[in-house]
């Protein structure tokens, strides 16, 4: 069975450079945050992995994407795997590529978000 991301997705605009992409149909109601920049965008986490987030995030922008992940509970890194660039800390990065080998690979891999960092967008 597959989900329409039409019927999965619900995307609010916040302003005209930053959306939440929610997925009200399931239970938790996950929310992800897509912050549109000059150069790339930055989504906050990336849902269930039931709907395509990538597609998603398509219907907003084209930019290139740095996925920027809060922590790796299932509900927050199931479409990671849509993604070439994942950020995440290193004490979660085990999991977050553990994620990533259970799906198919269309991403370079993890890389882990050292202490501090700024992202210019």
């Given at each position: ?68 992940t809060t922590h790796t509970h ?45 992202i210019k967008m």
């Amino acid at each position: 069975m597959s989900v329409s991301n039409k019927d999965w997705f619900k995307i609010s605009e916040i302003d005209s450079r930053t959306f939440v992409i929610s997925e009200p149909a399931h239970w938790e109601r996950p929310n992800c945050y897509l912050f549109i920049g000059d150069e790339y965008s930055a989504l906050i986490d990336t849902g269930l992995g039931i709907g395509n987030m990538w597609e998603a995030v398509r219907s907003v922008s084209d930019n290139p994407v740095k996925v920027i992940t809060t922590h790796t509970h299932w509900d927050h890194i199931g479409g990671h795997a849509l993604f070439d660039t994942i950020l995440v800390h290193p004490g979660d990065a085990a999991l977050a590529k553990l994620g990533r080998e259970k799906k198919i690979h269309h991403g370079s891999g993890v890389h882990e978000l050292a202490a501090g960092i700024s992202i210019k967008m």
